[in-house]
């Protein structure tokens, strides 16, 4: 990965506009080498031969179909059917929950934990299907998208407070003291049903993603500084502990992100105001101002605002990213838009490796020393999105010209 002194030599632009065509291409010559109809992709590079989990698996998935779809290139989206198929056909149970892992060859994993399934995961399935589908409706019927969303809202779903549940276990023995509840599994829960909303134009997704923003802002949101939780107790109420005073600057802007997003696909705006004070709370405190890593955010807060954590993780960049573009879109804010350039060019130049293989890492430490060089599979999830919302934006094209410079039109969303 990049030296202190090389960070800033790359243009992050274009290795954004780069990334669908040509750095996919070559993960996935590594990643999914070609085979049989389904198939899973490795979780992390080098391949470990490790479980194939349904977050990674799901994840990858979208993003294939998610990049096939914006940029015509067939070759991801039959890549995306590959990794569906493996979900479907070894992940999922017939009631339509997926469970946590299976090996790599698709047989089961006897273990509590690996038949565990998690909300968190569950998300990302839908998310994969819904989106598979509408980049090639033979490879996903809709009932199969509807017996994914009938899992959730009949098993993973708390009623009485119209939140969801950690997983079906909880789910099955109700919450325990001691118990943790986590924002995660609601933000990607909404953020999969937006995708439906916008995919389907169905008016039912728009009434599912009300109950999931109603959930965040009642449960997850501080009233003393606007922030976002992590986690709450196991009756939904703030709790006085580590986890409960842990706040993510990387997930203030993804909640960000989502409620402008729901906002442009039903017209409610009432959730905007719930934006600010997150991405002032993240403003404050989460950005790095100096030294090896700045212009990183900090992976994690108190709720006073003070550094819990002074690492740094690929996947914030992405989200404060994806914020940053939709405001530059929207509002054709200049200030905004060179928050994106420069973000990308972090992302680029310090997390990815400059002798064009596809190869990352995962977080630094506040020196800028590698401390989790694993390349997961998982996050490239991440960086796709950040790359089509950049594009989205007119701040790169969504696939280099074969010359390497940026003229031509962004592919929007």
């Known amino acids: 990965m990049a030296s202190e002194a090389e960070v800033g030599r790359v243009d992050g632009c274009e290795c954004a506009a780069r990334f669908a065509d040509r750095f996919l291409p070559a993960w996935l010559e590594v990643a999914l080498p070609p085979g049989t109809d389904s198939a899973p992709v490795v979780e992390e590079l080098p391949d470990k031969g490790d479980p194939a989990t349904t977050l990674a698996q799901a994840r990858t998935a979208f993003m294939l179909a998610h990049l096939g779809t914006l940029t015509g290139n067939a070759r991801l989206t039959v890549a995306a059917r590959r990794v569906a198929g493996f979900v479907t056909r070894y992940l999922q149970d017939e009631d339509g929950g997926c469970r946590y892992a299976v090996n790599p060859d698709g047989s089961w994993i006897g273990t509590d934990e690996a038949t565990l399934r998690r909300t968190y995961d569950q998300t990302f399935v839908l998310l994969a299907l819904v989106t598979l589908r509408h980049a090639d409706p033979t490879a996903v019927s809709q009932e199969q998208v509807n017996q994914c969303w009938s899992f959730v809202e009949t098993v993973l779903t708390d009623r009485a407070n119209a939140a969801l549940w950690e997983d079906d276990a909880m789910a099955a023995r ?4 001691g ?6 599994p609601h933000m990607h829960m ?18 599912r993603a009300r109950v999931l923003v109603a959930a965040g802002a009642r449960f997850f949101v501080d009233p003393a500084t606007g922030a976002v939780r992590e986690f709450v107790g196991h009756d939904l109420s703030p709790i006085d502990t ?7 600057p990387g997930h203030q802007y993804e909640w960000a992100w989502l409620l402008l997003r729901y906002s442009e696909l039903t ?23 100096q030294g090896p890593m700045a212009g990183a955010l900090h992976d994690a807060l108190r709720a006073d605002g003070r550094v819990l954590e002074a690492s740094h993780l690929l996947w914030p960049l992405t989200e404060a990213g994806k914020y940053f573009a939709a405001i530059a879109r929207t509002t054709g804010d200049e200030g905004a838009a060179q928050k994106v350039r420069d973000i990308a060019d972090l992302i680029f130049g310090r997390f990815f490796a400059r002798d064009g293989k596809p190869a990352w890492v995962n977080q630094f ?14 996050l490239l999830y991440h960086v796709a999105i950040f790359v089509s919302e950049g594009a989205a934006a007119g701040l790169w094209p969504l696939t280099a010209p074969d010359d390497g410079s940026r003229e031509g039109g962004a592919h929007t969303q």
């Open 267 to 289: 017209g409610d705006s009432s959730p905007r105001s719930l934006v600010g004070p997150m991405t002032d709370f993240a403003a404050t405190h989460g950005w790095v101002e």
């Open 242 to 248: 580590p986890p409960g005073d842990r706040r993510e």
């Open 365 to 378: 430490d506040s020196n800028g020393n590698v401390i989790w060089d694993a390349g997961l599979s998982r």
């Open 179 to 184: 118990d943790l509840r986590a924002q995660n």
């Open 174 to 177: 109700g919450p325990q003291p």
């Open 190 to 207: 909404l953020e999969a049903v937006l995708q439906c909303l916008e995919l389907t134009g169905d008016a039912v997704w728009a009434d």
